[in-house]
Every structure is written in structure tokens, then in C-alpha cells.
């Protein structure tokens, strides 16, 4: 599956028609939004998620409602995500996360990872406009100890920095997200990944302190609604994150709705009320454009909500659908997140109902690192408390039966009545619901849109 604008409407002007320059306007502003929506949202996830105090305690800011927060450090979750985590919707249940909002554009700051022996890791970059441009882990640079620099790729490196035993990593952008994911077995397994967690350093190139304070310039509450203060958040990331040469044309046609100002767009092009009240509607109609749901594509109930590798390119549309459904995705052959909220006729799944699954002999996910199936709210994209304490299931979960005939599982609010069928319950909601299935560093079937996806089944009691 693949995004496109397909869902654009197209409308033809009458041959005898006049243009009409408040058309032009509109189709103007919503490109304009389409092109910025990554960066807002990305100045809007640092706001929110940035650190205000450091390790010691000491608040960036004079208290913690300062929009001064800590650049250049690493944070480091302790807890498997529940259903008590509210803060990210469509967590993750497999991993401990390693996170931290990084600017390479003053100096080139130095990652030292630990050897991690057998255990799956991901450190992935995401540049400002939310292209997963490279990674660090076992798929990219194996499961060994090492030591990487990253560094705008616009400031060359001074040619007097040692680089022995360091992998350079040129980052296309001066601020930069980075989101690692340190695989565990379970509670039982935390105290080994705390302890793993760290020994992940991020340093200057010395191996000095790298964390400083920054600005982020928004309050963690502020949203894409206000149509001036968009076009101000979008305008400074803008300054601080060119985009690409080749891109810059396209965007000084923004300079009519406010986007661009003082970085291409012309000072006389300086927009009125009216243009704002346009870059405005255009702010609401493309939301409400993102926020419907993709239909199913790979049979069965599923779909590929993600498809994106290392860049989006040109499609526009793509990128701003991922950032505000998906914001944080690595790249496909990184990782896949296969979803379904309907059943494979259609239907709507509801935990009120029961479904079944059943992967074929032979016919499990490929996944070099792990998979697992995990079960959300449809309303709220949380987690689901249930009596037995079970978000997910996979090919890590020791309790899992299969028979002759495959892998079932059961997706439900009541458990099975069959107590033989209990080991492969997934319990859901008493509402709808959907579930995703991540499968991380996929095999060639899933890369290709070669494997063949089990149908998710209502049953009657």
C-alpha cells in the first residue's frame, strides 16, 4: 500500500471561466500545510516531550511551565508501557525506549553505544521533516559496542577530528529526533535492560557533557489550530531546518499564506487577514482529511498504515499523513506495523464479538528481530486493562499453542470457555477496537506485499 492524493478532489474550470484568485489562494494554502504539517508537529512533540530538568534535578527553565527545556540528552524510560501510560497513544509493549531531541548544527555530538550480545536494538534518526534518514542497531551497524558521530551535513567535519573506531552519520537536518528501542523479554527482563539502558552515552566529541538549554518556543498544550501561530512555529523551524535546495522554489510560493517568512519568501508578500483566514481553513479541512482511516489493502481486515523507507520524497501527502497519525515510525525495512479495526468482512471489530486468526503452518510473520500482536482501544488508542495483564502476544510469548492446523489466536472481551483456547487469547475492549501487528527488521514477504495476511473472523459464541 502506497499514499497518495488520490482522494484529492480535482474540479475543471468552464473554458469561458475566470480564474478565481480565492481558489488559487486555497489550493495554495493547503499545499503550504501539507508541506509544514511535519515540521509544526515535530516542534510540537519536542514542546511536549523535551526534558525540563536534567538528571540532577535542575529545572532548564526557572519552573517546570519554562519553555526552556534540555537539548542533547538522552532519556531513558523504565517501564513497559500499560495501560496507566496515557501520554502515547499506540504505545509500544515490547521495548524500553531511548530517546533524546538532538541539534548537530553548533557541534557534532558523539553516540557510544554498549554491546548488546544478542538483544535487539534501534537507535533511529528522524530528520525535522520526519524522514527516518539512517539508523543505529542491529540491523544497520550490528550488536556490537561502538561509537558514532553525527553532524549536520551542511558543516563539514574540521579535518583535524580523529575518526578512528567512529562511524560518521551526516544528519540532512540541525534538529533531529532520535527514538531507540531496546527489545524485553518481560518484567523479569527490566533490571537487565535498566542496566543496558545506561551505558548508551551521548557526549560531545571529546566526551564532554553535550546537554545545553534550548527555547522550544510552544507551551507542551498548544495544537495546529491557530492559524498565525502555526505559520510562527512553522516559520522558525524553518529558519533553523532549510529544506532541501531542490525543494526551496516550491516552497517560496508559500509566502501569499505567511509560510516561508524571512527565509525565501519575499518581505512585500507580507499576507493580510484574509490570506491567514485561508492558510486557516486550510489548517481544518487537511486535519480532517488526515484523520480518515485508511481501508483495508492487504486482505483480511489489514493494512500498512506506514510505508516509507528512508525518505518521503516528494509526497507531500504521505509524509503529513504519517506525522500526525504515526509521528515517530522507523522505515519499513526497519520496521512494519500492519493494523486492522475490521474484520475480514468488513465489519468494525467490537470486543462485544469474538474473533479468530489462524496463522497457516509455516505461515508466521517474518521477522528477523521479533514480532508481536497487540491489542488497543479504538476510542482512546490505549492499551486495554484486562484481568489477566496480557497487551500483547508474540513470537516471544512462552504460553502460545499452535496444532496441526497452525496458530490461532482469539481476540475477545470474554475469554474463551475452552480453557485449551485461553493461551491464545488476546482480551479486548467490551467496545471497538483494533490491533497492530509490529514486526521489526521483516523478511522479503512482507517488504514485497508477498504474505499472505490470515482473515480475522467474527465466530458466534
Known amino acids: 500500500m502506497s499514499f497518495s492524493t488520490s482522494a484529492r478532489a480535482t474540479t475543471h474550470a468552464h473554458p469561458a ?15 503550504a ?21 536534567d538528571d540532577s534535578g535542575q529545572f532548564a527553565g526557572e519552573s517546570p511551565n519554562s519553555t526552556l527545556c534540555w537539548l542533547n540528552r538522552l532519556m531513558r524510560d523504565r517501564q513497559l508501557l500499560g495501560p496507566q501510560h496515557r501520554k502515547v497513544v499506540t504505545p509500544n509493549n515490547d521495548t524500553l525506549y531511548i530517546s533524546g531531541w538532538l541539534d548537530v548544527g553548533e557541534a557534532p555530538l558523539l553516540v557510544t553505544v554498549p554491546d548488546t550480545a544478542d538483544r535487539y536494538y534501534v537507535l533511529g534518526l528522524l530528520d525535522f521533516y520526519t524522514n527516518p534518514f539512517n539508523s543505529i542497531g542491529t540491523r544497520t551497524t550490528g550488536n556490537g559496542a561502538g561509537k558514532f558521530l553525527l553532524y549536520h551535513r551542511d558543516t563539514p567535519l574540521p579535518a583535524d577530528i580523529d575518526l578512528t573506531d567512529i562511524t560518521p552519520i551526516a544528519c540532512p537536518t540541525r534538529d533531529v529526533w532520535m527514538i531507540g528501542r531496546v527489545l524485553v523479554d518481560g518484567p523479569h527482563d527490566l533490571p537487565a535492560v535498566h542496566a543496558l539502558q545506561d ?13 545545553r538549554r534550548f527555547d522550544v518556543g510552544m507551551d507542551r498544550s498548544e495544537t495546529a489550530g491557530d492559524a498565525r501561530r502555526y505559520a510562527e512555529v512553522v516559520n522558525a523551524a524553518l529558519l533553523r531546518n532549510p529544506p532541501p535546495a531542490a525543494e526551496r522554489a516550491y516552497l517560496s510560493r508559500f ?3 505567511g509560510i516561508g517568512a524571512g527565509f525565501d519568501a519575499p518581505t512585500s508578500a507580507a499576507p493580510d487577514e484574509d490570506a491567514f483566514a485561508v492558510l486557516g481553513a486550510a489548517l481544518e479541512a487537511v486535519i480532517a482529511e488526515l484523520d480518515v482511516p ?17 525518505s518521503f520524497g516528494d509526497d507531500y501527502f504521505a509524509r503529513a499523513h504519517v506525522c500526525w497519525n504515526y509521528i515517530g515510525a522507523l522505515g519499513i525495512e526497519e520496521a512494519m506495523y500492519f493494523s486492522a479495526d475490521c474484520d475480514s ?12 486468526l489462524t496463522f497457516a503452518p509455516g505461515g508466521l510473520p517474518q521477522a528477523q528481530a521479533f514480532w508481536s500482536l497487540t491489542m488497543y482501544d479504538k476510542t482512546s488508542c490505549m492499551l486495554v486493562d484486562n484481568v489477566i495483564d496480557r497487551y500483547s502476544i508474540g513470537d516471544r510469548s512462552a504460553h502460545l499453542r499452535d496444532d496441526e492446523a497452525g496458530l490461532t489466536l482469539r481476540l475477545s472481551a470474554q475469554a474463551p470457555r475452552d480453557a485449551a483456547l485461553q493461551c491464545n487469547w488476546l482480551p479486548a475492549p467490551a467496545a471497538p477496537f483494533y490491533v497492530t501487528l509490529r514486526v521489526y527488521i521483516p523478511g522479503a514477504a512482507h517488504l514485497e506485499q508477498r504474505f499472505s495476511w490470515p482473515p480475522i473472523r467474527r465466530i458466534e459464541s
Not at 17 to 29: K, M, Q
Not at 294 to 310: I, K
Open 17 to 31: 471561466a475566470t480564474p478565481n484568485p480565492a481558489d488559487d489562494l486555497a489550493a495554495l494554502a493547503r499545499d
Open 199 to 211: 551505558r548508551f552515552l551521548l557526549t560531545t566529541i571529546d566526551g564532554g557533557p553535550a546537554q
Open 345 to 356: 468482512e468488513g465489519r468494525p471489530l467490537d470486543g462485544r464479538h469474538a474473533y479468530e
Open 33 to 53: 500545510v501539507l508541506y509544514t504539517l511535519p515540521l509544526f508537529e515535530m516542534a510540537r512533540s519536542r514542546a511536549t516531550t523535551c526534558p525540563r530538568r
Open 255 to 257: 509566502a501569499a499564506v
Open 294 to 310: 485508511h481501508p483495508s489493502a492487504l486482505g483480511g481486515g489489514w493494512f500498512l498504515p506506514v510505508e516509507v523507507r528512508d
